[in-house]
């Protein structure tokens, strides 16, 4: 079985691990742990610093597969978890790659599989996938596919060309479109990036979202972020409680087959 396939089989499972883990973490030597013919490959996970690095961290971890990951601040507290043999500083792992991955696979025996927790090293990945892809496994779409399902202006254009069910949407590029948008359009307004950036998060104290709930509010957030964010996307509040929002999760292989 391939690496990817054992990880899909792994993720499908949906166990998670919600316990708090006490033993912190810092980067050390790699373990000297029987690694030829183990049973798995081992995981990098870049962002581990991340949420979702932790969580993924644990899963991987409950299912005995080697798990590494990179993070941008080692002390972060989703760094303190011994599901993790070892964590890299992230700048140091970008700038060399395939040290790190030629390590791995003469340690296990096999190619590491990288799973990237965040949006910004799904990019990394991608523009840097032929590289990688001597000395890692992974599994992401085309590039063109990616900008479609990762910007959300081209994907919100896509699903109006092709009538997918949307509320009442704007792209916003000047102030006077900002204006036209307030006296047309319905309140409460959303106001998002087509794509979110360090520039958008610190202007926004970390919110990726903004909801304007009247005209003045909705000027005066967007004036100001106009100037970082080249277009702004305007959507009218849909009402509901979180109940409402449902998610779905549908795992393929290199063939597009459901697993």
């Known amino acids: 079985m391939r690496g990817l396939e054992v990880f899909t089989a792994i993720l499908r499972s949906g166990e998670t691990e919600s316990s708090v883990e006490t033993c912190c973490k810092k980067a050390k030597p790699l373990r000297n742990l029987s690694r030829a013919g183990h049973l798995h490959p081992p995981a990098l996970l870049p962002g581990i610093d991340r949420l979702l690095g932790l969580q993924l961290a644990r899963i991987l971890w409950r299912r005995k597969v080697p798990v590494f990951g ?8 989703y760094c303190r978890t011994r599901a993790a043999i070892r964590i890299v500083p992230t700048r140091e792992f970008l700038e060399e790659p395939e040290s790190l991955l030629r390590r791995l696979t003469q340690e296990y025996g096999r190619r590491p599989v990288i799973i990237p927790c965040a949006d ?8 840097n996938r032929e590289l ?8 992401i779409p085309p590039a063109k596919t990616l900008e479609l399902m990762s910007d959300k202006s081209s994907f919100y254009r896509y699903a109006m060309e092709h009538h997918l069910p949307l509320p009442p949407t704007r792209f916003v590029h000047t102030a006077e479109e900002l204006e036209t948008a307030i006296r047309e359009m319905s309140f409460p307004l959303l106001m998002k990036p087509a794509r979110k950036t360090d520039e958008w998060m610190q202007m926004t104290d970390g919110f990726k979202v903004l909801k304007a709930d009247e005209a003045e509010t909705l000027r005066r957030m967007g004036n100001k972020l106009l100037p970082i964010a080249n277009e702004l996307i305007l959507q009218q509040w849909v009402p509901g409680p979180d109940a409402n929002m449902h998610s779905l999760y549908v795992f393929f292989d290199r063939q597009s087959n459901p697993l």
Do not use: C, E, G, R
């Not at 910004?120 to 523009?127: A, E, M, P």
């Not at 990688?132 to 599994?139: E, I």
């Open 70 to 77: 990179t993070a941008d601040n080692l002390q972060s507290q």
């Open 120 to 127: 910004d090293f799904v990019w990394w990945l991608s523009d």
């Open 132 to 139: 990688v892809a001597k000395y890692a496994d992974f599994l």
